[in-house]
Structures are given as structure tokens and as C-alpha cells.
């Protein structure tokens, strides 16, 4: 009896001993971590609110810090969806990354409409007098153009018009098998506008897309044929790339303003959506001539309004893999955004019907350096 006693003791010292000597050996690993091992979604969290001069500073600690650093660092703005009012010369600006609006009287603008943004600078259109001019709202500085007629057609612009390379350009629907083509640069001191003939059926309208990508403007019909624009060669062809699939329910009433083209580091995308669906999103492939469908953006940022949309990378990491549209919510200036990760739009309960909102209403534009306003 006395035997069995003594071997629960000495097994009951035995483990108490080893329970201590597990506590010193976890004090001992806890004194021995540093800031390097905290754990990463700490980490992001920590490193993502820094500015990116103190990023820099902190990806240089260890491998680990660099490698958390980079994937949360903030090179780029996001665009601001600048609002064009109905009446009166207050205009708004909404900033998407940091949620604030702006505001900014312009009486400049009065009476026109935009038509395309790139650079920071407007291209805009008075219908009254027919009046073409470039202005930028953040300097106020504005370049005017010769004036032309651009009541049913879209309008794009290569370059900043500082820019000696600055082309404007716009299509015109002459037959289903012509189209006019219409150039020109600021200084000019007319447009010029030569016909080309389609060799596949390219329908111009106001519902058109259009971007500048490599030297190339591309315009994207209104049943989705794909048309390029050479300005130094002055060619036009319509390439041979079926169309993008639509989504279920797309040719519904207003399903043309539920699409959109963007172009990123040389590829064309194109996205299409209606109401509730969720959105495709494609990808020109060059070689094969094609419309590859994307399950991600891998960190691209898309900024989608009717006349013109945007690419980013390198923003904030919950605006990554993130189309943001123009479309807006009917309380509140805010712009309604589609998570590829999550595949779900934000917020959730929304009315996504393109046809209740006036497509001129506003537009994405590349914000100031200082981004802010006062």
C-alpha cells in the first residue's frame, strides 16, 4: 500500500516538474520573439497603414517584413467618380479608397457635357454651340478645340493634351458597312474626318466603348464587335474576335449600359453585367483571337463609368480584385463595387437596373497628387 502511494507521488512530482518545465521553455520562446515573428494578418494590418516612404523603411527589417510590405504597398490613387450636377455649377468628387466627397464650384462647365477622361484632364462637349474643349478641374486650365458635332457618337483621347502626342478621336456610323472617322489634334484648326469600309458589320453608336491601348484606339460596338483605330497609319479594321458570351438575362431592357471596356498594361477588358448578374469580366487574347473569361484580376483594381473606365494596381488591399461602378446608390453619394474574391457586390442589398441612371451623370478622373481638396 505504502509502495503504490510512493509511485503516485513520485508520478504526480514527475509531471509537475515537466508542466514547469514546459512553462519555462514557452517564457524562454516568448522572450526570444521579436517583431519579426508577429503573426502576418498583424502584420498587414500594421503595414498598411503606413505611408509608402515608411513602407520602404519597414520592408527592409527582414525577409519576411519585405514580403508582407510589398503585398500591401500603395503606389497609386484610386480615381474620384466626379459628379455632374442638373442644375447650378457644384460639382462633387467621391473618393472611393478613403470615402470622402469633395466639392468644387465650376462654372466653367456650365452647359456641357463630358465625353472622356485620361490623365487628370476632361474632354467635354457643348451641344448648344457645339463646342469641344479639354479642362482640367483641379487647375482649372482648359484647351479648347475646333469645334464639331458629336451629337450620337463616342469620343477618346490618346494622351494628356499637353502631350504633343494628344490624338482625339471619334467614329460615326455611315452604313452598316462604312464608318467616319474623324481626328484630331489640339492646335488644329479643323477635324478630319476621312470614311472607311468594314469588312464585318461594325454598328457605331452612343453606346460604344472606347480606350487608348498601345498606341491603338479600340472601340467596342454596341453587339460587341471589336474595331482598331490606327492614328499614324490612319487604318481602321475590325478584327475577327467573336464576341464576349453575355450573361443570362443581359438582353434585357437597358443591357447596353451594363458594359464596359478598360485596358491594363496592353490587354483589353471588357466587362458585362445586368441588374443583379454577376459580372464577366474578359480578356483579349491577341495570339488566338479570342475573349478569355477571368476568375481574377490578380490585384487589379477596375474603375467602370459609361464613357470611360480605369485600371489600377498597387491600392489598398481591400480595394484589390475590386470592380467599382459608376453606378450609384439612391441614398448617398456612393459608388456601388463587386468583390471577385468574394464573388459579391457591395453593399449587397442594392438595385443594380443601369437603365436609372443617366449615363452622363458622371464619370471616373484621376484625382490630384496631394489628393485632397480645399
Not at 507521488?9 to 520573439?33: G, R
Not at 431592357?253 to 490587354?267: I, P, S, T, V
Request: with cysteine; glycine share 4%.
Amino acid at each position: 500500500m505504502a509502495e503504490r502511494k510512493r509511485r503516485k507521488l513520485k508520478l504526480l512530482a514527475e509531471t509537475i516538474n515537466l508542466d514547469e518545465k514546459k512553462a519555462t521553455e514557452e517564457e524562454e520562446s516568448l522572450k526570444l520573439q521579436t517583431w519579426a515573428d508577429l503573426p502576418v494578418e498583424l502584420l498587414e494590418l500594421i503595414l498598411c497603414r503606413l505611408t509608402l516612404e515608411d513602407n520602404v523603411r519597414a520592408s527592409a527589417v527582414c525577409r519576411r517584413w519585405h514580403k508582407v510590405a510589398v503585398a500591401v504597398r500603395v503606389v497609386n490613387q484610386s480615381p474620384w467618380l466626379m459628379y455632374f450636377p442638373k442644375y447650378g455649377s457644384l460639382y462633387e468628387f467621391y473618393d472611393p479608397a478613403e470615402r470622402k466627397t469633395y466639392s468644387l464650384e465650376l462654372p466653367e462647365l456650365q452647359g456641357s457635357r463630358a465625353c472622356y477622361t485620361k490623365d487628370g484632364w476632361l474632354l467635354l462637349y457643348r451641344p448648344r454651340n457645339h463646342g469641344v474643349f479639354f479642362f482640367n478641374p483641379f487647375n482649372r486650365h482648359m484647351i479648347k478645340l475646333p469645334r464639331f458635332e458629336l451629337t450620337y457618337q463616342m469620343v477618346a483621347f490618346s494622351d494628356a493634351p499637353t502631350s504633343d502626342l494628344c490624338v482625339v478621336f471619334t467614329i460615326k456610323h455611315i452604313s452598316p458597312t462604312v464608318v467616319a472617322i474623324s481626328t484630331c489634334r489640339p492646335g488644329d484648326s479643323e477635324w478630319t474626318t476621312v470614311n472607311h469600309q468594314n469588312r464585318l458589320p461594325f454598328v457605331s453608336s452612343i453606346w460604344n466603348k472606347m480606350v487608348f491601348c498601345s498606341g491603338m484606339f479600340y472601340c467596342l460596338s454596341l453587339t460587341g464587335w471589336l474595331g482598331v483605330y490606327d492614328p499614324l497609319l490612319r487604318a481602321w479594321s475590325v478584327l475577327h474576335v467573336p464576341p464576349p458570351r453575355c450573361p443570362e438575362n443581359f438582353f434585357a431592357k437597358n443591357w447596353w449600359k451594363g458594359k464596359f471596356m478598360a485596358e491594363h498594361d496592353g490587354d483589353i477588358l471588357v466587362i458585362y453585367t445586368c441588374n443583379t448578374e454577376t459580372p464577366i469580366i474578359f480578356k483579349l487574347d491577341h495570339s488566338e483571337m479570342v475573349w478569355e473569361e477571368m476568375q481574377t484580376l490578380n490585384g487589379v483594381t477596375l474603375f467602370a463609368s459609361f464613357l470611360s473606365s480605369h485600371s489600377r494596381t498597387e491600392l489598398p488591399g481591400a480595394m484589390r480584385n475590386v470592380v467599382y461602378f459608376s453606378k450609384v446608390r439612391f441614398f448617398g453619394k456612393r459608388c456601388i463595387s463587386y468583390s471577385v474574391d468574394d464573388r459579391r457586390y457591395y453593399p449587397r442589398k442594392e438595385c443594380h437596373d443601369w437603365g436609372e441612371q443617366d449615363p452622363f451623370e458622371n464619370i471616373w478622373i484621376e484625382p490630384p497628387r496631394d489628393a485632397s481638396l480645399n
